[in-house]
């Protein structure tokens, strides 16, 4: 654990919530207490630590356990898509060099004959590296320190200093499982679906699940929406998942072509690129994370925003907007909200019990024009639902109460236990 989210689990345990962190806790079997019941029984973990074994019971569980996950070993789950049969070696040095801090990327390089290569700088003058070695590789010659510092002085420059930090081999699959949740356990992040780490969409991809599945469970457990809602963790992040491994495969083939056709056109973009601009955003070196657009998502509702932007339509994330008075999502209120345009409406809606805060802002606050562009589109005014995790959840041209109520229950999974 780093230290800031240590700060911020502390100040969220000041504001109430219950948070508590045990390291060297490693759960070691997982069992439903009530054999009638299956999945929806309420759970017990065996965890073990260095000062002995105990037992938790749990109503709730996030299998949030990495690539091998042993919960998802435990239900028996699998785990499916297609290994990609390389190795790569990765090596961060420290050196001081003024070279562009940019992502940089070889293709059949002088100092690695047939495979590509990977520089990005990292905060403290630290550098990584990393290089395609092919499949049929000795590891334990691959990661002798000796080699590694050949191979770096290769590709830096024999007069170049630089210290070795770190260095490992890893290797890397795009797999997913079928099913996000099984009754009340839920598998988010690398447990559920891995990617190639081309493109950045690994650890980005849990923080979204998380972000996904944090609000609606929330909302279940203060008794705000159904189960129901809970099942669209799965469909919208299944959805996002297939997204970043179709992303993330074709950037890995593109850098390790596995195909003669893969190779064919890989080799003719390269060969293109420098005379011909319209070859050059063929280059694959990783399309970067961007999260998904819950497009068909059960959650959203109407758009009646008439030839409004399609970037935000209902299912999108929320896009910024530079205001006169700082950037839109940093001014949106936490939780589920509205977000109002050119529409004279109060500082909060109320919807039955439940009071939905208004975020009003006029043409006057768009110095540069990208709410328009972005939210407004043809029309003058404009209302959007907003979920707790920033993405669209329906928009109207004007407020219309019972529209919004419709809107609200569509969000919320379709309505409330009780
Ligand atoms: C070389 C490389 C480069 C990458 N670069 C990027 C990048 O630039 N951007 C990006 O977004 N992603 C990147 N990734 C992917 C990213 O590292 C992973 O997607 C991310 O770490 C997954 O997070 P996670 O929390 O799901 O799993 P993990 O980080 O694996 O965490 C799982 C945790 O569960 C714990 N655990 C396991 N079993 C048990 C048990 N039985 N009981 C209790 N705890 C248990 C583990 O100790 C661990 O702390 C890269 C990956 C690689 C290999």
């Known amino acids: ?4 989210l240590l700060e911020a689990i502390d100040g969220a345990c000041e504001a109430g919530a ?24 309420p759970f017990r973990l065996n965890v073990e630590t260095p ?11 996030i299998a949030a356990d990495g690539a091998r996950s042993p919960l ?8 499916d898509g297609r290994v990609f049969e390389d190795n790569f070696l990765i090596a961060d040095i420290r050196m001081q060099k003024a070279a562009p801090t940019e992502r940089r990327f070889w293709f059949d390089p002088p100092f ?9 700088k990292q905060p403290d003058d630290i550098w990584r590296l990393d290089f395609q070695l092919g499949w049929d590789i000795d590891r334990a010659a691959e990661l002798d320190p000796g080699k590694i510092k050949a191979r770096v002085a290769a590709m830096i420059g024999a007069d170049t200093p630089f210290e070795l930090v770190w260095s490992s081999i890893y290797t890397f699959r795009c797999c997913t499982m079928e099913a996000y949740r099984h009754g009340r356990i839920f598998f988010a992040g690398d447990s559920a679906h891995q990617v190639s780490p081309f493109g950045a969409r690994g650890a980005n991809g ?8 944090g609000w609606k469970l929330g909302a279940v457990l203060r008794g705000e929406a159904s189960d129901a809602l809970l099942d669209s963790y799965h469909s919208e992040r299944k959805q996002a998942a297939d997204e970043n491994i179709r992303a993330s495969s074709r950037s890995a083939d593109f850098l390790t072509p596995r195909t003669a056709a893969h190779a064919l056109f890989r080799d003719a973009v390269l060969d293109l690129v420098e005379d011909f601009e319209f070859a050059r955003p063929m280059v694959n070196s990783g399309r970067l994370s961007t999260p998904c657009t819950y497009d068909g998502s059960p959650l959203n509702g109407v758009d009646a925003l008439p030839d409004g932007p ?5 299912g999108s994330p929320c896009c910024d907007v530079i205001l006169q008075d700082g950037h839109l999502l940093e001014r949106l209120p936490k939780g589920a909200s509205l977000l109002a345009i050119g529409l004279d409406l109060p500082d909060r809606i109320s919807l039955g019990t439940t009071p939905l805060p208004v975020l009003a802002l006029s043409a006057a606050e768009d110095t540069e024009g990208l709410l328009a562009q972005r939210y407004l589109g043809a029309s003058a005014s404009a209302l959007y639902l907003l979920r707790p995790d920033q993405h669209v959840a329906a928009r109207w041209a004007r407020f219309d109460q019972t529209a919004l109520a419709t809107a609200y229950d569509t969000m919320m999974g379709g309505g409330r236990d009780g």
């Open 206 to 213: 849990g923080v979204q699940d998380v972000d996904n599945l």
């Open 310 to 314: 399609v970037r935000t339509r209902p």
């Open 112 to 120: 690695n004959r047939g495979e590509t290569a990977l520089m990005h």
């Open 72 to 79: 998802r070993a435990m239900l028996g789950l699998g785990f």
């Open 51 to 61: 000062e002995g074994r105990y037992d938790l019971d749990v109503d709730w569980v």
């Open 1 to 4: 654990f780093e230290q800031y």
């Open 18 to 41: 219950r948070i508590e962190i045990r390291g060297a806790n490693r759960v070691i079997g997982l069992s439903a207490l009530d054999p009638a019941k299956t999945a929806d029984a």
